[in-house]
């Protein structure tokens, strides 16, 4: 069965760090374009960051760039999301999700596409 499971999600202060874990199961990540997105509430889900199936090409959401880092261990089926310098408008629930994207292709930085999702980790960025 293919999961996804997120964590490390928390209460962090402004300018804070926080690295979320994306960890897959039931399938190997090689082939899959894994993406990390966020849903504060009374907006819609938007996308935070991806990675290609070969963790080589990265697309990041303007408001992130910068503080914001994706990674992708193969070895450990594991997608990570280092997150710095976090402001509030940073809050919401993130998600991971994955897109049978074999070969290396470039991810899709929009929801749309990835089939499988995890259950979502809230990270809350307040003083």
């Known amino acids: 069965q293919l999961q996804l499971v997120e964590s490390g999600g928390g209460l962090v202060q402004p300018g804070g760090s926080l690295r979320l874990s994306c960890a897959a199961s039931?399938?190997?990540?090689?082939?899959?374009?894994i993406g990390w997105f966020r849903q504060a509430p009374g907006k819609e889900r938007e996308g935070v960051s991806c990675t290609n199936s070969r963790g080589d090409i990265t697309n990041y959401a303007d408001s992130v760039k910068g503080r914001f880092t994706i990674s992708k261990d193969n070895a450990k089926n594991t997608v990570y999301l280092q997150m710095n310098s976090l402001k509030p408008e940073d809050t919401a629930v993130y998600y991971c999700?994955?897109?049978?994207?074999?070969?290396?292709?470039?991810?899709?930085?929009?929801?749309?596409?990835?089939?499988?999702w995890g259950q979502g980790t809230q990270v809350t960025v307040s003083s």
């Open positions: 999700a994955a897109d049978f994207r074999p070969g290396g292709r470039p991810c899709s930085p929009g929801p749309a596409g990835y089939d499988h």
């Open positions: 039931g399938f190997t990540s090689d082939y899959f374009a």
